[in-house]
């Protein structure tokens, strides 16, 4: 028999999605048996798969061992000796990393511990900031993604009240995400807003841009505007108003300014060139801006983070500020 005293993580979750994550190899079909059973139990009596479980909750599960074995990569924290990670912020609720280009966010079809995610949790687990003992079912967990050779701030939860407010904010756009690309050739005009409809092409992992409303293509729209021009590249900023897959990337080719590096939308001749083999795209700056009550992370309202050094503005803007 194993028990569990609910800890605030964990509390608010319906007992069946707590049970997927505490004990993993537990098919559904048997959980729903073993609560008319009563081999699983709230508070010493029966209770329902539907049941919210509340903080201070005792939970006693009379389930055999193997049905709690953890899938190997959702250990991949534990292989990290060194995490290897950039702290822009942390408190006792977030963590905002400054994820280098080249690292995935999560394991890819590649497999690997090598992730953000997961130098994140070895951190935390071994700075004291995180015990798994703690909180059977949650882990700390991203709020956001960027793509593997696209480097700067994402977002990690510490606590699950932090995750669910900030999927909550996320989705209803009440951040502010800014980044830098160095781009081929001047958009013109200088600054301005692009809108359009992306489609995203799951078998070439591309998306196709239009600019009138097409089947399965969803709305984009991106502010932009021209910090410098140099030797026949620009640095831009871009302001996602939508968050689409490759949007910056794709909408900046749509105008005829590609990202510098980009293979899939990009200039292979200018890439090659320069030497660049992944897009020169950087998410440099977070604001949150609450339009809302965040609870626990209103104090957050209004804040703005920033990656003072982006390694590309040097290489190719060296007199940038």
């Known amino acids: 028999m194993r028990a569990y005293t609910i800890s605030p993580n964990d509390g608010g979750q319906r007992l069946n999605?707590?049970?997927?994550?505490?004990?993993?190899?537990?098919?559904?079909?048997?959980?729903?048996?073993?609560?008319?059973?009563?081999?699983?139990?709230?508070?010493?009596?029966?209770?329902?798969?539907?049941?919210?479980?509340?903080?201070?909750?005792?939970?006693?599960?009379?389930?055999?061992?193997?049905?709690?074995?953890?899938?190997?990569?959702?250990?991949?924290?534990?292989?990290?000796?060194?995490?290897?990670?950039?702290?822009?912020?942390?408190?006792?609720?977030?963590?905002?990393?400054?994820?280098?280009?080249?690292?995935?966010?999560?394991?890819?079809?590649?497999?690997?511990?090598?992730?953000?995610?997961?130098?994140?949790?070895?951190?935390?687990?071994?700075?004291?900031?995180?015990?798994p003992a703690d909180a059977a079912s949650f882990a700390p967990a991203l709020c956001n993604r960027?793509?593997?050779?696209?480097?700067?701030?994402?977002?990690?939860?510490?606590?699950?009240?932090?995750?669910?407010i900030l999927n909550d904010k996320i989705k209803s756009h009440e951040l502010t995400?800014?980044?830098?690309?160095?781009?081929?050739?001047?958009?013109?005009?200088?600054s301005g807003r692009i809108d359009g409809y992306l489609r995203r092409d799951e078998r070439r992992k591309q998306v196709q841009v239009f600019r009138h409303p097409a089947p399965g293509a969803k709305p984009a729209a991106t502010l932009y505007r021209t910090l410098a021009t140099q030797n026949g590249l620009s640095l831009v900023e871009c302001t996602l108003l939508t968050g689409r897959t490759h949007q910056i990337r794709a909408q900046m080719a749509s105008i005829g300014c590609p990202l510098l590096g980009d293979g899939k939308y990009g200039l292979g001749e200018e890439n090659r060139k320069r030497g660049e083999s992944g897009q020169l795209l950087y998410a440099?700056?977070?604001?949150?801006?609450?339009?809302?009550?965040?609870?626990?992370?209103?104090?957050?309202?209004?804040?703005?983070?920033?990656?003072?050094?982006?390694?590309?503005?040097?290489?190719?803007?060296?007199?940038?500020?």
Not at 146 to 164: H, S
Not at 290 to 312: D, E, I, K
């Open 17 to 131: 999605k707590f049970l997927e994550k505490a004990v993993p190899r537990l098919p559904a079909g048997l959980m729903h048996k073993y609560c008319r059973l009563k081999r699983i139990k709230v508070n010493g009596g029966r209770t329902e798969p539907a049941y919210r479980l509340q903080p201070g909750d005792l939970l006693q599960l009379y389930i055999n061992d193997e049905f709690f074995e953890t899938p190997s990569d959702e250990q991949a924290y534990k292989k990290i000796a060194v995490p290897r990670l950039t702290i822009v912020y942390q408190d006792e609720h977030i963590l905002l990393a400054d994820k280098p280009a080249g690292l995935v966010v999560h394991a890819d079809e590649r497999g690997g511990a090598d992730t953000l995610i997961a130098h994140i949790q070895a951190y935390l687990y071994q700075t004291g900031q995180w015990d």
């Open 146 to 164: 960027i793509d593997r050779n696209t480097g700067g701030i994402v977002i990690a939860a510490k606590t699950a009240e932090a995750l669910r």
């Open 177 to 190: 995400k800014r980044y830098l690309c160095v781009v081929c050739g001047q958009p013109k005009p200088a």
């Open 284 to 321: 440099y700056q977070l604001t949150f801006a609450f339009q809302s009550s965040a609870g626990a992370l209103n104090y957050l309202n209004g804040q703005t983070f920033t990656v003072q050094n982006v390694p590309f503005v040097q290489r190719y803007f060296p007199a940038f500020p």
